[in-house]
């Protein structure tokens, strides 16, 4: 593999990590919410609602802010890519801006004892529009790669090709090319954000930015789409 390859596929690992961990630890530190898968939020918000736990409202919001992002993600990628080639490494600074500022939210305000104060809910849209960030250009730049927040389909994608590989194909090159791309994606996913917030409480949130940070280095050293 040569190293622009190497880079590449780099690139939607780390943002698989970030999404994973992102959510994993939003879920554990701000009351059941999913920063980054945020239609499980219909779930959760049952629960809550049920079971008279807090966080609703941070799960009532998380959806409409989602969208609202991409939306805007949407438009102001539009308006950037007429004047600059670098427009996913400029909106990949926007989600590292968004990450720190969640960082400091968590680690100043929290522990979130109380999912629906302002606190936790101004962190949790924080990271729900970083995550947005994300999942727009992920869409947008990198298509063709594995989602980077949700591996409900990559799972099954990966079974599908487990049972191609089993079977003689004349394909079987190709489907295990992409059987290693899509189970490194999931690994990836599975990160380490529960354990780190065992240990270190909100401050697990410091990590985030530091990923971000490593998948702008990755993208700026490819070439310019």
Request: net charge positive; with cysteine.
């Given at each position: 593999?040569?190293?622009?390859?190497?880079?590449?596929?780099?690139?939607?690992?780390?943002?698989?990590?970030?999404?994973?961990?992102?959510?994993?630890?939003?879920?554990?530190a701000l009351q059941g919410l999913f920063t980054a898968?945020?239609?499980?939020?219909?779930v959760t918000l049952g629960a809550s609602l049920a079971?008279?736990?807090?966080?609703?409202?941070?799960?009532?919001?998380?959806?409409?802010?989602?969208?609202?992002?991409?939306?805007?993600?949407?438009?102001?990628?539009?308006?950037?890519?007429?004047?600059?080639?670098?427009?996913?490494?400029?909106?990949?600074?926007?989600?590292?801006?968004?990450?720190?500022?969640?960082?400091?939210?968590?680690?100043?305000?929290?522990?979130?004892?109380?999912?629906?104060?302002?606190?936790?809910?101004?962190?949790?849209?924080?990271?729900?529009?970083?995550?947005?960030?994300?999942?727009?250009?992920?869409?947008?730049?990198?298509?063709?790669?594995?989602?980077s927040t949700i591996m409900t389909g990559t799972t099954?994608?990966?079974?599908?090709?487990?049972?191609?590989?089993?079977?003689?194909?004349?394909?079987?090159?190709?489907?295990?090319?992409?059987?290693?791309?899509?189970?490194?994606?999931?690994?990836?996913?599975?990160?380490?954000?529960?354990?780190?917030?065992?240990?270190?409480?909100?401050?697990?949130?410091?990590?985030?930015?530091?990923?971000?940070?490593?998948?702008?280095?990755?993208?700026?050293?490819?070439?310019?789409?």
């Amino acid at each position: 593999m040569t190293a622009d390859l190497q880079k590449r596929s780099l690139l939607p690992l780390l943002l698989s990590f970030t999404g994973g961990y992102v959510d994993t630890a939003g879920f554990l530190a701000l009351q059941g919410l999913f920063t980054a898968h945020v239609t499980g939020n219909f779930v959760t918000l049952g629960a809550s609602l049920a079971l008279g736990t807090s966080g609703a409202i941070a799960k009532l919001l998380a959806l409409p802010v989602f969208c609202a992002v991409v939306v805007l993600v949407r438009l102001f990628g539009t308006l950037l890519s007429k004047r600059w080639a670098r427009v996913f490494e400029i909106l990949l600074g926007l989600k590292i801006l968004l990450l720190t500022t969640a960082a400091a939210l968590a680690i100043k305000h929290g522990p979130f004892h109380d999912g629906d104060s302002w606190q936790a809910v101004l962190t949790g849209m924080v990271l729900v529009a970083a995550m947005a960030i994300q999942n727009a250009i992920h869409r947008v730049y990198l298509g063709s790669a594995p989602p980077s927040t949700i591996m409900t389909g990559t799972t099954t994608q990966i079974m599908i090709d487990l049972a191609d590989v089993i079977l003689p194909r004349d394909v079987k090159d190709q489907t295990s090319a992409r059987l290693g791309k899509m189970s490194l994606s999931v690994l990836a996913f599975c990160g380490a954000a529960a354990i780190l917030f065992m240990r270190f409480g909100v401050w697990c949130f410091a990590l985030p930015p530091v990923l971000a940070g490593l998948s702008l280095v990755v993208r700026a050293a490819e070439p310019p789409d």
